[in-house]
């Protein structure tokens, strides 16, 4: 989020839930937590949970979601796969999703998603992704699709403590999002991020450091239709054992 939702070319511990293609990159186990709040929207808060372990055959995740509450609620299990050859990493993901109305009952459905981050050069980078590759519907209606989205973006490092992302994000039942992102290394392993969204216009902030093994960060959006929108994440990067 403090990078403006700009993630398809960002390999890292949370590329379980954005582009899949970046957890062929990753090289240590890691547990991960997350929860949003929106101050405007009660009942539209999200939390997830993952833990990624790389093996010798593949990169491998599990992870879960919720967003919602009693009345109206979506509840994700993900497991995703990944690995990298040459330059290129690429990804799969799948999905169990179920989601429940108060009154209305339960649906569930099954769907697929697939990415890839390519390393052009050690400053230039692209990625993109498209979830929901297997056009799935909900179990109980022959119509109701869950929602398609292809995402490409671009990345730059003009130094080491400099990177730049710019996406576009387009839901096939919608207009295109365009999402812009900026990462600055202030000291060492702390990290200073913000961008901006066009199509719901919105503006993002962002804080983040490590201490070891653990990476704790904070954003915050902010958009007129919605208002703000807070999120802290914390990550344990496993230790390495080497024999």
């Known amino acids: 989020m403090g990078m403006g939702l700009a993630s398809s070319t960002l390999a890292d511990e949370w590329s379980l839930f954005n582009n899949i293609g970046g957890i062929g990159k990753i090289n240590q ?3 991960n937590f997350t929860y949003e709040v929106k101050t405007l929207l009660t009942g539209a808060n999200r939390l997830g949970a993952s833990v990624l372990v790389p093996t010798k055959v593949a990169r491998i995740g599990l992870g879960i979601s919720r967003f919602g509450d009693d009345l109206y609620s979506e509840n994700q299990i993900s497991l995703g796969f990944g690995n990298t050859i040459g330059n290129t990493s690429l990804g799969a993901r799948a999905n169990y999703i179920q989601y429940r109305v108060e009154g209305l009952g339960t649906s ?3 769907s697929f998603d697939f990415g890839g ?5 050690p400053q230039v980078s692209v990625g993109a992704y498209i979830t929901n590759i297997s056009q799935s519907k909900l179990s109980d209606t022959d119509h109701q699709q869950l929602p398609t989205k292809l995402v490409a973006g671009f990345g730059f490092r003009p130094s080491e403590k400099i990177f730049l992302v710019t996406e576009i994000e387009k839901d096939l039942d919608y207009m295109a999002t365009w999402h812009n992102g900026l990462e600055y290394i202030l000291y060492k392993k702390i990290f200073f991020r913000t961008g901006f969204s066009m199509n719901p216009n919105a ?6 450091g490590q201490k070891k093994n653990l990476k ?8 007129h ?3 703000s929108a807070h999120q802290a994440t914390a990550t344990y990067l496993f230790s ?3 024999k």
């Open 240 to 242: 390495s054992t080497k």
């Open 216 to 223: 704790i960060d904070y954003a915050l959006s902010y958009s």
């Open 203 to 208: 503006a993002y902030f962002g804080l983040g």
């Open 108 to 110: 569930t459905a099954t």
């Open 117 to 121: 981050i390519s390393q052009l050069t």
């Open 29 to 31: 186990a890691s547990s």
């Open 225 to 227: 239709v919605i208002g």
